[in-house]
């Protein structure tokens, strides 16, 4: 095999380096279809707040990425880039939008794929907010491309897609979506510090917090317990309903708050078996790019 070597060296110094011949390197894919350009703000916006929902586990493979749904809203004049990221246990939905860039691909059809979501990471890291990105894809609905590559300024991030069906998310939260006759809006930075602070109680067999509503006080009390010590916090919140209580995984119920970027959030309910579903819910953060998200987390028995 071509090698080629280098030295490097100073006064007290010398160090050799091998390595191979640059058309050694395997090539690189070329996808040239461009499909959208979006402001890098907006998709930096959809990642950070979908992200922290995939799945850690290899295993899961197809979960281990974020499920991109790119399409056009012709009535709107808006392309729509819609994330779904779930690991089984909870599920995020994030849509961005942009006014449209004329995209002859889009303007026809859907297009999905999966990313792994160490290169959505990346990229999150790799952006600036005030770059524009480009998405390039050549697939078809009946002949899926294995790559996708984005493009902003002077760098091309070209990635292998992962194979298989991803999960339809949303049959999971549809059949009770004309059941929830409960309804609680709290303040979210308020309600994240509660559950931080309950979260010093938790430990690898004891993550689940008990949500109970006092509909006379609207007021919303969570509370975690193990074999050493215990917690209460109670916050004020607008309750409807919510004759029951609920057990969450604590951890879920913190990252999905601080995915969050509104001044309160808005959990709806149909029993206290039945999967939650979290949204933003008041006013957007200053500088944060208008999003529309849902959020489902599965109650604990």
């Known amino acids: 095999v071509p090698s080629v070597s280098a030295t490097l060296s100073a006064s007290r110094s010398k160090h050799a380096i091998r390595g191979l011949a640059a058309d050694e390197f395997p090539a690189i894919p070329s996808v040239q279809q461009k499909l959208v350009t979006l402001p890098a703000s907006v998709l930096i916006s959809v990642l950070k707040a979908s992200l922290f929902a995939v799945s850690s586990e290899e295993n899961k493979r197809i979960l281990t990425g974020g499920n991109f749904q790119l399409s056009h809203d012709a009535d709107r004049g808006l392309d ?16 961005g939008l942009n006014e449209s860039s004329n995209s002859y691909l889009l303007s026809r059809q859907v297009v999905n794929f999966t990313v792994p979501a160490k290169v959505l990471r990346l990229l999150e890291r790799s952006l600036n907010s005030a770059d524009k990105v480009t998405i390039y894809y050549e697939g078809l609905p009946e002949q899926p491309s294995n790559f996708v590559a984005f493009e902003w300024n002077n760098w091309r991030l070209t990635t292998k897609l992962l194979e298989g069906q991803y999960p339809i998310c949303d049959q999971i939260i549809a059949p009770y979506r004309h059941q929830f006759s409960h309804q609680v809006v709290v303040e979210r930075l308020s309600f994240l510090k509660a559950l931080e602070r309950l979260a010093s109680h938790s430990d690898k067999s004891h993550l689940t917090a008990i949500l109970e509503f006092d509909l006379d006080a609207q007021q919303l009390r969570a509370s975690l317990n193990n074999t050493l010590s215990s917690g209460t916090e109670t916050v004020d919140a607008k309750l409807w309903g919510c004759e029951f209580r609920l057990k969450c995984d604590i951890r879920y119920l913190i990252d999905t708050a601080k995915a969050i970027s509104s001044s309160d959030l808005r959990v709806l309910m149909a029993s206290p078996t039945a999967p939650l579903l979290i949204a933003p819910f008041g006013t957007p953060a200053s500088g944060t790019e208008a999003l529309e998200c849902e959020y489902i987390v599965a109650p604990q028995e």
């Open 80 to 95: 729509q880039l819609r994330v779904w990221t779930t690991d089984g246990h909870r599920v995020a939905m994030v849509l």
